[in-house]
């Protein structure tokens, strides 16, 4: 299995719906990380989990709800989100949330919402 | 100003070319600084970190200036496959918080 997987790959949701999507590291770390990516902007960091534990929550509405139930899976739950939530949510992993080592990417969710 | 900027581009270049991509940062007390490479629509991937005394890995040479707080990429030889965005990251170690991305610079290699 590949270091971070995300699931699912596309995702079209209506404003009133409630979904989730889910990420799976299997390289060992100890922090997991979202972020979203919108069209020409840069990557923005949405919650930081350190060993299971929400070390960062970076001004996120509430319609996005993380949930890391241990150091190798992560959930992003969604619901009545608005259609300027659309966008690129890619999950990544480190060794720790420290800064100091580099991050692996999955290959993100594509949502759309209508 | 933006913690990370970088010249967004295009930068539009023939193979074999040399190319040079700066980026700057804003936070003095940064202390981890990577390139990262993202293909259209899919995730960023690490190329390769950047140390204080510059770095090389194949065509590529990173380096890092913390006086004027910038960091360098230097692509020799560019491949077609070198198209891509390349992204500049930076992050504050021990300050728990992840790493900061810089909008990126899109690069298309031309036959």
């Known amino acids: 299995e590949t270091g971070v997987t995300q699931t699912p790959r596309h995702l079209v949701m209506g404003m009133t719906n409630k979904k989730s999507l889910k990420c799976e590291q299997h390289?060992?770390?100890?922090?997991m990380y979202w972020y979203k990516q919108s069209a020409k902007k840069p990557l923005e960091l949405m919650f930081v989990y350190s060993l299971e534990e929400r070390v960062e929550n970076n001004s996120v509405p509430s319609r996005f709800s993380p949930e890391c139930p241990n150091s190798s899976h992560l959930f992003l739950h969604l619901h009545t989100l608005q259609p300027e939530d659309s966008a690129l949510y890619l999950c990544a992993s480190s060794q720790d949330s420290s800064g100091r080592y580099e991050q692996y990417f999955g290959p993100g969710t594509r949502l759309t919402v209508t | 100003r933006k913690e990370v900027e970088q010249d967004p581009g295009p930068f539009n270049v023939p193979e074999g070319a040399t190319v040079a991509f700066n980026c700057t940062y804003s936070?003095?007390?940064?202390?981890?600084f990577f390139w990262y490479r993202q293909d259209c629509r899919k995730e960023p991937k690490l190329l390769m970190s950047?140390?204080?005394s510059g770095n090389e890995d194949g065509r590529f040479t990173a380096q890092l200036n913390r006086a004027s707080q910038y960091i360098s990429l230097l692509i020799r030889d560019s491949k077609l496959s070198d198209s891509a965005t390349y992204l500049c990251v930076v992050s504050e170690r021990g300050g728990r918080r992840a790493l900061t991305f810089g909008s990126g610079t899109r690069l298309q290699v031309q036959p």
């Open positions: 936070n003095s007390a940064s202390q981890s």
């Open positions: 390289l060992g770390h100890n922090a």
């Open positions: 950047v140390y204080s």
